[in-house]
């Protein structure tokens, strides 16, 4: 069951960002709108979701999941889920603190197939219970979006 959710989050943020990337400028609001659209999905699978979620454990002092899908019988977190546009250590930290029966790292960086992933994957992951979904290179085109939108605005003034 788990296996067809991480599917469906991976496909429906697929979709997400086939509608939206035109209206995207920069990756912090590719953050934050997936931040929202993975929360909103929760309730389509029958958990309840909450952003920012705050770590209780001794390991961590002020450290929180970007998102988390709590079952709603039980109050365990069925999903911890961190959104990244880089290679974050922090990230993979926090996924390791906390107690959730499902761990998904989204990624939308340059390249993650390189050694500082695999160094991570083996340090952090050695017992594969953090899924991770690759959107593509989503930072590296949104920097060359942001870039081509300067020079018109640029152009335009000096006309």
Known sequence: MSDDIINSIKMELYNYINV?????????????????????MANNFGYKSFMEYKIHNEN???KYIDVVWIDKKNKNIAYAIEIDSSLRNKSIKKLNDIEAKNKIWILYCNDIYNYKFYSLMSEYNKNKEINIIYLGALRQYLRHKFKEDNNKTENAYIK
């Open 60 to 62: 961590t002092y002020n």
């Open 20 to 40: 939206h990337i035109n209206k995207i400028s920069t990756t912090i609001y590719l953050h934050n709108g997936l931040q929202r659209h993975i929360a909103t």
